[in-house]
């Protein structure tokens, strides 16, 4: 009997099929399925139903023609109801595909989280898949959603660019979800990007990491050994902030606990309005209310009468009579010795011969027989 199933075990090893020297073409056409494979109609009707947003209503009454129009090729109806703001497709009994009713319904989620219609036809591919990844449960804080969300799209939308060209994906960030189109292999990268970013992981380390393994694939040496030599590290710093000492104070040791603080009935005891009766209560009150109506009044009328007082003036100080007058004498004998020095000056300049300022003739004839010559 071993012998029976060692033989058995070799003809299932000798028949098992390498898919991996199958090309995508030859796997294409034996997944391929026709019309043809499906002899009648299916059994029950499925549905699935999807709400949308008021302000894609406009766009959505648009494109639904087009959408009919491509469901309706594969035996799917469709219905767009814009009171209750939903779109619902169902199976009929023209339909070929089962798989398509699961196709269609990832299609008209798409076209909910305000993915355009011509991208989110290619969700009826069989390549293609989709996921909608919901980030607004994953941070409590508003104002740090909003941060961690923008990290995804990064500057000048640069990071989400990035992150397609490397997964291959298509990405659309609304609201609280991320909706992603792509292989299934790829999807799984980026919903590891998407939720790492939130619970802040910033995806320029993620990018890093793909692009290194993108490089290291085409190496075919490489195909059948361990990558993690080649792949970055990153350490996790958290930065401690320092806290400020809290000031030890110094205890006194006291013998004795401190006294009780004492409850409302032992301040009636102590004042004796526990002993009065409820009328003579309700008459104290009464007077207390009426003396803080006239405590009261009275500050509301000293700040009312302050915005009429006029404000008490800087007096100037005074100078002393005598020094002023003192101090005009002296100035005025300064100013008439000024003015007797410059007379005087003017007197010994006039002083001089009349000779300087008088021309000689003989000096002007010799000048005159000088340039005729």
């Known amino acids: 009997m071993a012998k029976n199933n060692k033989d058995g075990e070799a003809k299932e090893k000798s028949t098992a099929i ?34 949308f947003p008021k302000y894609r209503e406009n766009y959505l009454r648009e494109v639904w023609p087009l959408v009919t129009k491509t469901l309706e090729k594969n035996g799917v109806s469709c219905k767009l109801d814009l009171v209750e703001g939903s779109m619902t497709v169902n ?36 390549d293609m898949t989709c996921d909608i990844i919901k980030v607004g449960n994953l941070v409590q804080n508003k104002e740090r959603f ?33 909706s992603a189109m792509g292989r299934h292999k790829n999807l799984a990268s980026v919903r590891r990007i ?43 710093r958290n930065v ?17 606990p401190p006294a009780p603080t004492p409850s409302k009935i032992d301040l009636q005891l102590a004042s004796g309005e526990y002993f009065l009766k409820p009328d003579e209560k309700k008459a104290r009150d ?34 002393k009579q005598g020094e002023d007058e003192s101090d005009k004498i002296e100035a005025l004998k300064q100013k008439f010795k000024a003015q007797a020095q ?10 001089g011969d ?8 003989t000096l002007s004839k010799k000048k005159k027989k000088t340039k005729a010559i």
């Open 354 to 361: 009349i000779s300087d300022y008088v021309a000689d003739s």
């Open 286 to 319: 009464v007077e207390r209310k009426k003396q803080l109506a006239v405590e009261n009044g009275a500050k509301k009328d000293k700040e009312r009468a302050s915005a009429f007082v006029a404000p008490v003036e800087a007096a100037k100080p005074k100078a």
């Open 240 to 256: 401690k902030q320092k806290k400020p000492k809290a000031s030890k104070r110094e205890k006194k040791h006291e013998v004795f």
């Open 146 to 178: 909003v941060k961690r969300r923008q990290r995804l799209l990064g500057p000048n939308g640069n990071t989400l660019k990035a992150i397609e060209l490397l997964t291959e994906c298509y990405v659309m960030i609304q609201g609280s979800t991320v």
């Open 18 to 51: 390498d898919l991996s020297t199958i090309s995508e073409e030859d796997m294409k056409k034996a997944l391929a399925f026709a019309p043809e494979d499906m002899p009648g109609p299916l059994l029950e009707e499925s549905s699935f139903a999807t709400l």
């Open 342 to 351: 410059v007379k005087d000056k003017k007197r010994s300049a006039g002083d």
């Open 91 to 126: 199976t009929t009994r023209k339909t070929w595909d089962p798989y398509f009713i699961l196709k269609a319904r990832d299609m008209i989620k798409l076209l909910a989280r305000s993915v355009p219609f011509p991208q989110a036809i290619k969700v009826l591919d069989d």
């Open 194 to 236: 998407v939720e790492d970013c939130m619970k802040n992981i910033h995806p320029i380390y993620h990018i890093k990491e793909l692009m290194i393994r993108k490089e290291l694939a085409k190496d075919p040496k490489l195909a059948n050994e361990s990558w993690d030599r080649f792949l970055p590290r990153f350490k996790k």
